[in-house]
């Protein structure tokens, strides 16, 4: 007679692959909770398309903040309106953000401003102007309310200044 063989039934080690997905899953939420992005749109100035565009809507309101090495001017175009020199080493952007709320009383619609920038500014007084273009932090109407935050001129175009 042929005899049965018994076969033992092998378990699947499964510790060790356990153990790496244990780690894997930590390494992955902590990386993913240190990690930060922020993006910036940006708008590129349009090329002219001719005498029909300028005919085709009366003079619009220009705001133009032009960052320099001295300090921040603010322009409608054609002229400097108002002029703010550096605190110490850094931009007096809490005087320009409240400055543009001012503009952003008279032009409500308004939602375009030009930032023109100098040579050799760096990077960081660049987005720190550029924050305070779209964005000014005022008090609330209460004496314990805390801070609001008002968009002033989200679509911010970036340009070489003159």
Do not use: C, W
């Not at 590129?44 to 309101?61: D, R, T, Y």
């Not at 809490?94 to 008279?106: E, F, P």
């Not at 005022?138 to 679509?155: A, C, D, W």
């Amino acid at each position: 007679m042929l005899k049965r063989k018994h076969h033992e039934s092998e378990e699947l080690e499964l510790t060790t692959l356990l153990n790496i997905l244990v780690v894997l899953v930590s390494f992955l939420l902590l990386s993913a909770a240190f990690s930060k992005i922020t993006i910036q749109e940006l708008n590129m100035p349009a090329q002219a398309s001719g005498p029909a565009e300028a005919a085709q809507s009366a003079a619009p309101v220009v705001i133009e903040v032009m960052l320099r090495k001295d300090g921040l001017e603010i322009g409608n175009g054609k002229d400097v309106t108002d002029r703010l020199p550096k605190v110490g080493d850094r931009y007096d952007t809490a005087a320009l953000s409240q400055k543009l709320k001012l503009l952003k009383d008279q032009n409500p619609g308004k939602r375009d401003a030009i930032l023109l920038v100098e040579p050799d500014i760096g990077y960081a007084a660049m987005i720190g102007v550029m924050d305070a273009l779209k964005f000014v932090e005022v008090k609330g109407p209460h004496e314990n309310s805390q801070h609001m935050r008002i968009t002033l001129f989200p679509n911010v175009t970036v340009g070489d200044a003159p």
